[in-house]
């Protein structure tokens, strides 16, 4: 998939300050379609258009690859049909919760490396299946959560649940990188 934001750029820098909590409130909308996309504090990666009708049907996996000032992040992962009408269809909602740290293995923890560039792989816990129409884009939305209804995870590499307001004092920096990619699960068109 390749970054909107701006498709030249090699990587894509995210910075989120858990301290700043004036967004405390805010939630995705919950709309199933919608004219717009509000990205809040996220990155936003979108495929070239499909040539052809495509229907998808599993398990979405994806393959991120990136550098992080912290030892571990909280990520929601929310996925769209962008339409060639110029609507975008949520293809699952909620968005899939990952913790950085356990993707690879959900009973160990692995920390990431702080300053190094790194990939991580992961599969939604969610089947997804829509046929996807021709000239259509697949949109993925990646925001760090820190929404006050969850547990913050401030990245110390600690236990999340013995971190505090205190351990958000240096914002979170992310650098994606456009190779970061998503593998879709997709079926052969009847003729």
Same mark, same amino acid.
């Given at each position: 998939?390749? +970054?909107?934001?701006?498709?030249?750029? &090699? &990587?894509?820098?995210?910075?989120?300050?858990? %301290?700043?909590?004036?967004? &405390?409130?805010?939630? $995705?909308?919950?709309?199933?379609?919608?004219?717009?996309?509000?990205?809040?504090?996220?990155?936003?990666? %979108?495929?070239? $258009?499909?040539? /052809?009708?495509?229907?998808?049907?599993?398990?979405?996996?994806?393959?991120?690859?990136?550098?992080?000032?912290?030892?571990?992040?909280?990520?929601?992962?929310?996925?769209?049909?962008?339409?060639?009408?110029?609507?975008?269809?949520?293809?699952?909602? $909620?968005?899939?919760?990952?913790?950085? +740290?356990?993707?690879?293995?959900?009973?160990?923890?692995?920390?990431? /490396?702080? !300053?190094?560039? %790194?990939?991580?792989?992961?599969?939604?816990?969610?089947?997804?299946?829509?046929?996807?129409? %021709?000239?259509?884009?697949?949109?993925?939305?990646?925001?760090?959560?820190?929404?006050?209804?969850?547990?913050?995870?401030?990245?110390? !590499? !600690?236990?999340?649940?013995?971190?505090?307001?205190?351990? !958000?004092?240096?914002?979170? /920096?992310?650098?994606?990188?456009?190779?970061?990619?998503?593998?879709?699960?997709?079926?052969?068109? $009847?003729?």
């Amino acid at each position: 998939m390749v +970054s909107r934001t701006n498709p030249k750029l &090699a &990587a894509t820098p995210q910075t989120i300050r858990f %301290q700043d909590r004036s967004d &405390a409130g805010w939630l $995705p909308p919950n709309d199933l379609i919608s004219r717009s996309l509000v990205t809040h504090d996220a990155v936003l990666y %979108q495929s070239d $258009p499909l040539p /052809k009708a495509t229907r998808m049907s599993g398990l979405i996996a994806g393959h991120l690859d990136f550098v992080v000032n912290k030892m571990d992040m909280d990520l929601d992962v929310a996925m769209y049909e962008l339409r060639s009408s110029g609507e975008y269809l949520r293809l699952f909602n $909620p968005a899939d919760a990952l913790r950085l +740290s356990y993707a690879a293995d959900r009973v160990h923890r692995h920390l990431l /490396k702080a !300053g190094e560039r %790194q990939q991580v792989a992961f599969t939604s816990e969610r089947m997804t299946s829509r046929q996807l129409e %021709q000239g259509s884009r697949l949109v993925m939305v990646l925001r760090i959560s820190k929404r006050p209804d969850r547990e913050i995870n401030y990245g110390t !590499g !600690g236990d999340v649940s013995d971190e505090s307001m205190a351990d !958000g004092k240096v914002p979170l /920096k992310v650098r994606w990188f456009n190779d970061s990619y998503i593998e879709v699960p997709v079926q052969a068109m $009847p003729r």
